[in-house]
């Protein structure tokens, strides 16, 4: 059910979190695109946002999400976005949990991948329950992992068909960083966060969820 407008035009809380929030995700994706490592690189990295945000412009209106699932994407995006101006290798950030856990790689893509299950799962949640397509919690849960997981398989498959058809020109997109099983721990961290999402965050989206049902029956 989609959440009531405010009142007589005036802007809620909502709405200035979410323009605050596009705002700053515009931002840092105008700063990355200005010199990034690699351009090619950079565009396959952001282009979820570039997706994404027209989406949920569009949707602003008919579908508004919960202001914890705003707060999320507008993280993950912020995510892509460094991964894309530095390579997932180069992100300083990595480097300092590389040498603060003493790390034999940089780990920042397995935070990308992290996001990427937990993301996914609470908006396929908020759209089962709100839609009213499922009313167990349980069985709520389990399908929200099977999507992000999902959503996870077909990012490994895109990677593999810019492999093939990019040879030793997507070696910064994939960033295995010569690890052969990197495919299997990016979707074992994407369950990870799909994992969290659904379990640790379920009251509070709950709540934020019962929040929008009440006021759009009032």
């Known amino acids: 059910m989609p959440e009531a407008p405010a009142e007589h035009g005036r802007m809620g809380a909502q709405d200035r979190l979410v323009i605050?929030?596009?705002l700053l995700v515009l931002l840092a994706l105008l700063w990355s695109g200005i010199r990034p490592y690699d351009r090619a690189t950079w565009l396959l990295e952001v282009a979820p946002v570039l997706i994404a945000a027209p989406v949920l412009a569009a949707s602003w209106q008919r579908f508004r999400l919960t202001r914890l699932l705003y707060g999320l994407i507008a993280l993950h995006a912020l995510v892509l976005i460094l991964g894309g101006a530095y390579t997932y290798a180069r992100v300083p950030l990595g480097f300092w949990i590389q040498d603060l856990l003493h790390l034999g790689r940089n780990p920042y893509d397995k935070i990308g991948h992290f996001m990427q299950g937990l993301v996914?799962?609470?908006?396929?949640?908020?759209?089962?329950?709100?839609?009213?397509?499922?009313?167990?919690q349980g069985m709520t849960g389990f399908l929200s992992l099977?999507?992000?997981?999902?959503?996870?398989?077909?990012?490994?498959?895109?990677?593999?068909?810019?492999?093939?058809?990019?040879?030793?020109?997507?070696?910064?997109?994939?960033?295995?960083?010569g690890d052969p099983w990197d495919t299997q721990s990016d979707m074992f961290f994407a369950l990870l966060g799909a994992t969290a999402g659904v379990l640790l965050l379920v009251r509070w989206h709950n709540k934020q969820i019962w929040q929008i049902e009440q006021a759009?029956?009032?």
Do not use: H, N
């Open 146 to 177: 099977c999507v992000a997981m999902a959503v996870s398989a077909v990012y490994e498959l895109v990677e593999w068909g810019v492999a093939l058809a990019a040879g030793q020109g997507a070696t910064e997109f994939l960033g295995t960083q």
């Open 20 to 22: 605050a929030l596009g």
């Open 120 to 136: 996914p799962a609470l908006v396929a949640r908020e759209i089962l329950l709100r839609r009213g397509y499922l009313s167990s």
């Open 216 to 218: 759009a029956a009032d």
